[in-house]
Every structure is written in C-alpha cells, then in structure tokens.
C-alpha cells in the first residue's frame, strides 16, 4: 500500500532534549516536506527537499533541521524543542515538478507534539 | 506572494443540506487549484483539483470550477452527510521550480444528523 507513514504519532516532551520525528515514504517520490499545523495558521511549511541531499527552508524554519540521506527518508530534528513547537506535524511527498505539476501531496497521519 | 483565503468555520449543517464552501485566490501566475480533506486524527487528502480556468474538479459529489475572472474556487456539494464532517483546505501549486503547495486556513465542516 502507497503510504508515507511518521512516528511516533504523540510524543510529549520537556524544554531543550533533542527529538526526531521519522517520515518515510514507499512511493518512490522525489519531493518531500514537512508542515506544522496550528489552530487559526492553517497549514505552515517548515522545509522542503527536491531530491536526495537536497533541502530548503519553507515559510517557518526556525528551530528544526531536516536531513534527505535517502530518497525514502526525510527526518524532521529538533535540536532544542521549546513549547512554541507544540503542534500537529505532518510530512507530505509528491512526484517532482517536472511531468507532475499537478502531482498531488500525500500525507502521513500527523505527529501530535507537546513540549513542556 | 501567493495567497489563499477561505471562509471562516465552522460550517454548520444539517444532513442533506446544500454546502459551499468558499475559497479566493492570489497569484502572479497561472496555477493549479485543489480541494484537501482533512478527517478527524487523519492527515490531508486530496479530495479534487482544477488545472486551468473554467475547468471542473468533482469527486465524492464535490465540485469546485476554477474561476479566473473572480479568482475563486467554490466547493459545494448538493447534498452533506454526517460522513463529510471534516476540515477543509483550499489550495494552489504556482508553475515554479518545485511542488510547493500554498494552503488556506482550512474550513471545519460539521454536518448533524
């Protein structure tokens, strides 16, 4: 089954102890990204990657780090969480621009993060 | 920038009542528009998409037509279920470099029995 699967689903954690939350996708896609969702913001994209060993910041960067070492594989860091990055997480991946420009995002099922 | 602005929920309706839900856009160029659903404790799925002006995205008896002149995309949908309850996001993929998807705020939907 085509799937882009994250992990852990809830995490709960405090002020400044580094966590990752893993994405990984079997659908062969190039492009991969991370949003954050918050209540009244909607959906806000953290980064992006166009293919392996390729990233870019999205519209709210600050405070994570991402790496793409795999085509499958698009890790999200937090070196120092604080409780401003509590939210809803969701990784995303598509076909790349190129002949899939109108190639739809498909999602995991969300990363409920609480830092106290 | 590129923008998506959507009406505000929640909506709220009664089973087999009439739904639109509304969605303008901005854009400096000539993008495609698309329709995500969000379920409850699911992420977004793509519910339908319009590429070009006056083109007509449907799916699950949702429509939406891409409206160039008005710079709108309209979901409606003649008649709810309980089973449509869900968060709705209108959004546009501008023809960059990449596959950046630009999202509105998202519009709830509950529909009663």
């Known amino acids: 089954e085509a799937q882009v699967t994250q992990n852990p689903r809830y995490l709960i954690t405090v002020t400044g102890k580094k966590l990752t939350v893993t994405c990984s996708q079997n659908m062969n896609h190039e492009y991969m990204s991370w949003y954050r969702q918050d209540p009244g913001l909607g959906l806000r994209q953290i980064y992006y990657s166009m293919n392996v060993e390729v990233t870019d910041k999205g519209d709210v960067p600050e405070g994570y780090k991402v790496s793409r070492k795999e085509k499958r594989n698009f890790p999200l860091i937090l070196e120092s969480p604080s409780p401003n990055q509590t939210s809803l997480y969701f990784c995303?991946?598509?076909?790349?621009?190129?002949?899939?420009?109108?190639?739809?995002?498909?999602f995991g099922n969300g990363t409920r993060l609480t830092v106290t | 920038g590129d923008s998506v602005t959507q009406m505000e929920g929640p909506v709220t309706l009664s089973e087999e009542a009439f739904l639109t839900i509304n969605c303008t856009y901005t854009a400096t160029g000539y993008p495609s528009l698309f329709w995500y659903v969000q379920y409850p404790g699911e992420g977004l799925q793509l519910l339908l998409k319009?590429?070009?002006?006056?083109d007509k995205g449907s799916n699950k008896g949702f429509e939406a037509t891409y409206r160039k002149e008005t710079t709108s995309f309209h979901l409606e949908k003649g008649s709810v279920q309980v089973s449509d309850s869900a968060v709705y996001f209108c959004a546009l993929k501008y023809a960059g470099g990449y596959s950046t998807l630009t999202f509105g705020k998202g519009t709830m939907l509950l529909v009663s029995p």
């Open positions: 319009a590429t070009k002006a006056d």
């Open positions: 995303a991946s598509s076909q790349a621009t190129g002949e899939g420009h109108n190639s739809p995002l498909h």
